[in-house]
C-alpha cells in the first residue's frame, strides 16, 4: 500500500467519518481548552490531518492565520463545506501533507496534528519536517494513539483490516518510543499529558518546543 491508497481510504470515508460522534467529548473538549491556552493571538498555526475541519472551526478564531491542511479530498471538501456555512476569516483549508508544503512555506508558531502521527509512513521524517516548519522556539502540539500500550488484539487485527481495505495504514509504537522520536527530531517536550475523561485511552498529549 502507499500513501495514495491511504488517501483513497480518507476519500471513501469522509461522509462516514463526518457522521460519526466523538468518542469522548469530555477529552476532546478538555484537549481544544489546553491547546487553546498554549496559542497567541498572533500566531500563524499549521494543523496537520485536520479531516472534516472540527478542530480547526474550534480553534482558528484566535490566532492570526490557521492553515488546515489533509491528504484526503473528500475530507477537505466537506471542511470547506462546514467553513461555509460557520465562516472563520483566520482559517484556510488545503489538501496537503507536512512534506508536500514546500520550502518556501512561511514557518508557523505552532504546528499542531491530533490522531495524526501513528498515520504517516515515515514517522522520522515527517518529525524533522514539522521541525523545519516551525518558527525557532515553535511548538508541536499533538495527541496520538500509541498502539503498541493499546490491547495486542488490536495490534494483531489491524494488518487484517488493511488487507480488506477496512484501514489504513497506521503505524504501531509506544509511547515511550514517540517521545523518544520526538526528542531526535529536535523537540523539548515540555508536557505529556492523558486527557481521556475515564481512565489512560493511549494516546499522550504531547507539548513540544523546538529546540
Known sequence: MTIANDARFWDRSSRKYA?????????????????????????KVLELGCGTGTTALRLADQ????????ISVGMIA?????????????LAFRTATAE?????????????????LHLVRD????????????????????????????????????????AVGKAPYAGVF?????????????FDILATENHAAKGDDCRPFIVARKR
Do not use: W
Open 19 to 43: 457522521m460519526s460522534a466523538i468518542g469522548d467529548q469530555a477529552g476532546y473538549e478538555r484537549t481544544l481548552r489546553r491547546t487553546r491556552s498554549l496559542l497567541q493571538p498572533g500566531d
Open 100 to 116: 508536500a508544503l514546500g520550502p518556501d512555506t512561511p514557518p508557523f508558531d505552532a504546528v499542531l496534528g491530533f490522531n495524526y
Open 78 to 90: 466537506i471542511a470547506h463545506e462546514k467553513h461555509a456555512a460557520s465562516p472563520v476569516p483566520t
Open 63 to 70: 490566532v492570526q492565520n490557521y492553515l488546515a491542511t489533509d
Open 123 to 162: 514517522l522520522p521524517g515527517t518529525l524533522h519536517r514539522i521541525h523545519d516548519l516551525l518558527t525557532a522556539e515553535g511548538l508541536f502540539i499533538s495527541k496520538t494513539p500509541c498502539v503498541g500500550d493499546m490491547n495486542p488484539l488490536i495490534r494483531l487485527a489491524l494488518p487484517v483490516m488493511r
Open 174 to 186: 509506544r509511547e515511550a518510543e514517540l517521545s523518544r522520536r520526538i526528542d531526535a527530531a529536535g
